[in-house]
């Protein structure tokens, strides 16, 4: 995250992932791995690979996208 993206093909992306009971009451499996990190100061989350997630919202900041999640329990059904 630290290195400059050069290609112009590839965006970087910053995506804040929250949860209306703060994740105790999901059925989703997840492990805070913060203490893992290189980087000491963030907060991160590792998601089991069925885990949902609905997007909030989305903007463009100066050379990053901040995607906002909210983890779901439920799949909403696909809109055609």
Do not use: M, W
């Not at 400059?4 to 009451?25: A, H, K, M, Q």
């Amino acid at each position: 995250a630290t290195r400059y993206n050069e290609r112009e093909d590839l965006v970087n992306v910053l995506f804040e992932i929250t949860s209306d009971s703060d994740f105790r009451n999901l059925r989703a499996i997840f492990a805070d791995i913060s203490r893992l990190s290189a980087h000491s100061n963030e907060q991160e989350t590792l998601f089991d690979l069925g885990t949902c997630f609905s997007v909030v919202y989305s903007e463009r900041a100066a050379n990053f996208y901040i995607i906002r999640l909210k983890v779901i329990d439920h799949v909403p059904p696909v809109l055609e």
